[in-house]
């Protein structure tokens, strides 16, 4: 919620500041992202396989998704409009299945839950970058606005069933080698079982991922209304 107060305005220099710098953010997650779905679709192309996407693409993965953290603190300081709680769990769950998962379990990268979420997570994030971008600038394309809020009937769907099916492929792995675990005795005299974790993270997305995905149903029919039609006042 934002803040108003008379005694206090913002200064014009600092919200330029702040939409700058928000420029320079969107249009870098843009580019990267369109990166990626660039040389997805050239490896898929290339070699008709998914054997060595992840290696392809990996590097540009981990700097992008991570990036993705600056989005809880520009919720959390009101620089954008956004639900602190919503957008926490959205790049939790990624960033959480890039480096607890992709990076930390090898045995997934070639599995094709990894072309489903790298995909998914590609064609979505230009299209929402993008949407931002021209929001910042100016007015947005009524065919980028569609897509931001079309694409995501099964873009979201199809990205989840990745980074479950990432997940579920993952925990023999973590089992058999005992990946990340801490076991008794040991100086802080706690223990920590993350093949346990990792399945109660699975089931967390059962309450939270319907919030989500009715989140922007319900954004859906404000921006462009329930049939997909330009909604005009």
Known sequence: MESKSPNKPASQPQKNCV???LIAYNVAQVIGWSAILFASISE???YRSYSNLYQSIAPMLYIFQTAAVLEILHSVTGIVRSNPV???????????VLWAVLYSVPVVHNAISVVLLVLAWSITEVIRYAFYVFSLVGEVPYVL??????FFIILYPVGVTGELLS?????????????????LPNAFNISFNFYYFLIITMLL???IFPQLYLHMFAQRKKVVGGDGKPKTD
């Open 19 to 21: 939409v700058i710098y």
């Open 44 to 46: 898929l192309i290339t």
């Open 86 to 96: 919503l957008t926490a769990f959205q790049v939790y769950s990624r960033v959480f």
């Open 145 to 150: 606005q569609w897509c931001r809020y079309s």
């Open 167 to 183: 997940i579920l492929n993952g925990l023999p792995y973590v089992r058999s080698y005992k990946l990340y675990f801490l076991e």
């Open 205 to 207: 997305y059962i309450p």
